[in-house]
């Protein structure tokens, strides 16, 4: 299971070591695709379909919003290969929408992995936080 989170730091030419926790589970071949809220996914190759059927549902009209979810992360997804040294590559396109300078941080969510800017990470943690705890205290 991808749960936790790791703190590691990508090189000038855009490489990052995958945490050993997580390249256990994830295996040697990985899917990295645009995620929402300016985040990165990082998947197992072999549960990436499964993925895209949550996310798109399994319907048979592909409506706009589908064929909009598709574009995004879809048209963005790269497969990667773990290096012997447990690095990754992350394209170009990737790290800049995902804005990864110096920090990244990986967070596993059970079945997947999304990996964030640290500053980004910190800023949606407490955005979650008030969100979580505002609700709770509604009940």
Known sequence: MLIGHYITKIGDKRRIAVPVK???VLGKKMVVAKWYEGCLVLISAGSWLELM???TGETKMVSLSVRDIDRFIL???FELTVDDQ???L??????EYASLKED????GL???????????ARETRSNSCIRVNGEAGRE
Do not use: M, N
């Open 22 to 24: 997580f390249r256990r």
């Open 53 to 55: 059927k949550r996310v």
């Open 75 to 77: 048209g963005s997804a």
């Open 86 to 88: 447990g690095r990754v």
């Open 90 to 95: 992350v394209p170009e396109v990737l790290s």
């Open 104 to 107: 990244v941080v990986f967070v």
């Open 110 to 120: 059970g079945d997947r992995i999304e990996i964030w800017s640290r500053d980004k």
